[in-house]
């Protein structure tokens, strides 16, 4: 019986074999193809505000770091390194090298150069502008070898192809979004990947290349701290659920002792990579590994009676000295009084930690918790996948796929916390979608490859154990290919639903490059303010170039990019105290804020305004965190004192510290005589839709030098001292300079 | 009677562990020295800071840190290497040693560079 089934088994084998292999070399080469496919669509995707508008780099931080790869291609690395910024934060300075991460300009400057030496005369702006759609790409591939790692080269192909797409991403690496993020991310999936597959195969040559992946990736975010916890977090994990392996200690033990000291090579981390409550982790978790794999040791090589022995010993002796360890490290925490931890990260553990105690960092919107509709535009159908894809990393549950779980969970609390989270929480969704989906594939397909073989084993004499599984699959069988199909049409709707969804997401949303405005008239034509770009101009025109600009810090990075002008505070936002000042003259009467501006060198004062045109994001609307970073530090300054029963008025019911305050003079100055809208002298800021409070008022302690095309950016310059003073010293009546001393005005400082 | 007995029992303790590790081969005896070597010169260091104080502190840790480093790739290695562990058996120790070599260059590449 057994011999002709052999018989025929035989040449049926070395076939099968063959037509295996080239069904693999085949599958090998469309995976390729596929993976080029995915990384042009990446690129192509994020290229909508090129197309819409112009190369342009976007926002604010991108222009900070876009003047920093300027400087770093003219002036090469050394100076870079030890570069001392003196046109920032007047009259304090900025140490660059010591205060910037240095991946991204780095990397954009080592393309500018290896661009140009290869003779393609591409300039600085158009490589950063690319930067991130090439990184993104690269970031696509990377999560394909990452699921692959996990679940396989189809659910890598998966997650490839929805990371290319996820709106989340997309947000922050438009061309033109010359940001962190760009290159962070896809060195934080890299990261991850090389950590797997150390695990997975346990060699120290991929160890090596983690910790320097991580290295990349201290280089370029700040947001490295997630890797450096989220890694012993998973150790822990492993060894608590009795997964330890040496293949864990190789992945490891090595990444903390190389990564903690490449962490401190990189100038902004330093020696925080051992001082801070941030890195405290790797450490416990080192030394825990330590006793584990030494516990392991000692277990391999007795007897278990012996090792019951040992086990009693070590206990007694060991709690001891672990107590007084513990107790020595618990001391030397709390004595510091954020206890070790950074104030962003005290605000990620504890969400209410900025509102009470660091203002600034409250006040950013992009710090502010995500709602609801937000997850759906970022993450869209893959927050429906991720619940099926943490189900299929428990069928079954590998060092790799546990990781991935407690990748998701971390990433999903964290993008609870804060919005810009939401980033970190895409590779994540769409690797776990990526494996739901393929999971779903390779059990319908597998039922119909089933179904075929069960027809032909029915004609054989049936082995009754392989029935038995193969019975499971079967009772789909008339259905199973209705079901294929509609899994099919299904995959086809949602491909194409988050296709569109995503294109109108790059398209619409997240491709305004926020220095140039856009709106559509009344006749359906494209009406564009490009007042932003006019004032700087204007600036660097008709100004000095030592002259002082002051300014909310919001416009600081722009003003030094573009206006190439002095500034007081930028969007750093290191000095608090700095940023308070130029909050308190915002907030104060006409004659304190010239004497604090004076004080400080200022000769021009930038506001942006938006009630001519309807511009939401302008001064006045973020007046009240100026008020209020200003009251933390001056306590003159209340807030209580600019509102109206609690309400945030400038109308005529509008408090009279409000009406007199600089900010809205500078900001509604001469608004009454618009001619845009025909107001006659009424005064309507369409923005907070009222009429202004204060009209037909003069300014006497600054005049109007600028005002844009439409109104959004109107510049000031300081007026001199009067040269005689009416009434205050009739003796003294010779003529003094500009520069004269303050003390004689006879006023009170609000700085003593 | 107690005491004696837990006495007796941590006595066999010994034996037992000492017997056990002298049954290991040559090779892997070699490299449990060397890792000996590495945390002892890390001790050294640690017991030097504490009586001199730590300026400059970048080549406290580089010196401390090389030395954990260089014992944790030698574990690593005697991981690899050893004939016990069957989930390295396909793993040459040629290779292994390789890949010793290579992340204990990167590691002194850092090392040096740190040490100021």
């Known amino acids: ?55 342009v780099i976007h926002e604010f931080d991108p222009y900070f770091n876009y003047r920093v790869t300027q400087f770093l291609s003219k002036n090469g690395i050394y100076d870079f390194w030890n570069w001392f910024d003196d046109r920032t934060w007047y009259p304090l300075g900025r140490v660059i090298g010591g205060t910037v991460y240095p991946g991204l300009t780095l990397t954009a400057g080592t393309i500018w150069k290896v661009v140009n030496s290869l003779n393609i005369p591409l300039s600085v702006e158009t490589v950063c502008v690319f930067t991130a759609p090439i990184f993104s790409a690269f970031a696509s591939w990377a999560a394909y070898l990452l699921t692959k790692e996990v679940k396989g080269p189809g659910a890598g192909l998966t997650a490839a192809a929805l990371l290319a797409m996820v709106p989340s991403y997309i947000s922050r690496s438009v061309a033109g979004s010359y940001d962190n993020e760009a290159v962070a991310i896809f060195a934080l999936v890299f990261t991850f990947y090389l950590y797997i597959k150390t695990l997975n195969t346990g060699s120290l040559f991929y160890a090596t290349l983690n910790a320097l992946a991580y290295f990349y990736m201290v280089c370029s975010w700040g947001g490295y701290t997630f890797i450096i916890n989220l890694i012993p977090m998973h150790v822990l994990l492993c060894i608590v659920t009795g997964r330890y392996s040496s293949r864990l200690y190789i992945a490891y033990a090595p990444l903390v002792v190389l990564g903690t000291l490449l962490a401190s090579l990189v100038p902004v981390v330093g020696f925080n990579a051992v001082l801070t409550s941030e890195h405290f982790a790797s450490f416990l978790v080192f030394i825990i590994i330590h006793v584990v794999a030494l516990a ?34 618990i001391a030397v925490v709390a004595s510091s009084p954020t206890k070790g931890w950074s104030g962003r990260s005290l605000t990620l553990l504890d969400p209410t930690y900025a509102s009470k105690y660091i203002p600034i960092i409250a006040s950013v919107s992009e710090h502010q918790p995500p709602t609801w509709p937000s997850y759906f535009m970022d993450i869209n159908v893959l927050a429906f996948l991720v619940p099926a894809g943490i189900i299929a990393c428990f069928m079954p549950l590998t060092d790799s796929s546990s990781f991935v779980i407690l990748y998701i969970v971390t990433s999903v609390y964290f993008s609870g916390v804060m919005v810009r989270l939401m980033l970190v929480l895409a590779p994540a969704a769409c690797i776990l979608s990526g494996i739901a989906l393929s999971e779903a594939f390779n059990v319908l397909t597998r039922s119909i490859k089933n179904r075929k073989k069960e027809k032909e084993n029915v004609e054989k004499k049936p082995t009754p154990s392989k029935t038995e ?53 009344n006749d359906g034509g494209l009406h564009v303010f490009d007042d932003f770009r006019e004032a700087y101009s204007w600036l660097s025109h008709n100004t000095d170039v030592d002259d002082k600009v002051a300014s909310w810090w919001d416009y ?92 945030y008025r400038i109308d005529a019911q509008a408090t009279p510290t409000m009406l007199n305050c600089l900010m809205y003079k500078l900001s509604y100055f001469r608004s009454d005589f618009i001619p845009i809208h025909k107001t006659d002298g009424k005064g309507f800021d369409r923005v907070r839709r009222t009429e202004i409070g204060k009209k037909h008022f003069k300014l ?30 009739k003796k003294s009546k010779s003529s003094r300079s500009v520069s004269s001393k303050r003390d004689v005005r006879g006023k009170r400082n609000p700085w003593h | 009677m107690g005491r004696s007995s837990t006495v007796k029992e941590t006595q066999a303790l010994f034996q037992s562990l000492r017997s056990a590790y002298a049954a290991t081969p040559n090779n892997l005896k070699i490299i449990d020295v060397f890792v000996g070597f590495a945390v002892l010169t890390a001790i050294i260091q640690v017991v030097y800071m504490a009586v001199v104080g730590s300026f400059p502190f970048n080549s406290f840790l580089s010196g401390v840190l090389s030395c954990i480093g260089t014992a944790v790739l030698a574990v690593c290695l005697r991981i690899q290497v050893n004939k016990d562990n069957k989930e390295f058996k396909d793993v040459a120790p040629e290779r292994a040693f390789a890949d010793f070599i290579l992340c204990n260059l990167v590691l002194h590449l850092v090392i040096m560079n740190f040490m100021g």
């Open chain 1, 1 to 55: 019986m057994a011999s002709p089934e052999s018989a025929v088994n035989g040449p049926t084998m070395t076939a099968g074999a063959a037509s295996k292999s080239l069904r693999n070399a085949f599958g090998g080469v469309i995976a390729f193809i596929i993976l080029v496919l995915i990384g042009v669509l990446a690129f192509s995707i994020r290229l909508f505000s090129v197309i819409k508008y112009e190369s």
């Open chain 1, 296 to 329: 392991y040791y000692i277990k391999g090589i007795l007897s278990p009676k012996m090792f019951k022995v040992a086990v009693t010993l070590v206990v007694s002796v060991g709690l001891a000295v672990c107590c007084a360890v513990i107790a020595i490290l």
């Open chain 1, 469 to 521: 599984k193969r019975l499971l699959v079967l009772p789909l069988e008339a259905s199973v290919i209705a079901v294929l199909l509609l899994v099919l049409l299904g995959a086809f709707y949602v491909v194409f639903s988050v296709q569109v969804h995503c294109v109108w997401a790059a398209a619409e949303a997240y491709s305004a490059p926020s220095i140039v405005l856009t709106s559509h008239s």
């Open chain 1, 556 to 647: 600081g990075y722009q003003t030094t990019a573009m206006a190439n002008r002095t500034v007081l505070v930028d969007n750093n936002t290191w000095n608090n105290t700095h940023i308070a000042t130029v909050g308190t003259a915002m907030s104060s009467p006409e004659k304190q804020a010239w004497e604090i501006f004076h004080s400080l060198d200022v000769k021009y004062v930038l506001v942006v305004f938006g009630g001519v045109v309807g511009y939401p994001s302008d001064d006045i609307n973020k007046f009240l965190w100026m008020v209020r970073i200003g009251g933390g530090v001056f306590p003159h300054i209340k807030e209580p004192d600019y509102l109206r029963d609690g309400q």
């Open chain 1, 700 to 729: 006497t302690h600054f005049e109007e030098v600028f005002t844009t095309h439409h109104w959004m950016v109107r510049i000031y310059k300081l007026k001199p001292q009067r040269n005689r003073i009416r009434g205050k010293t």
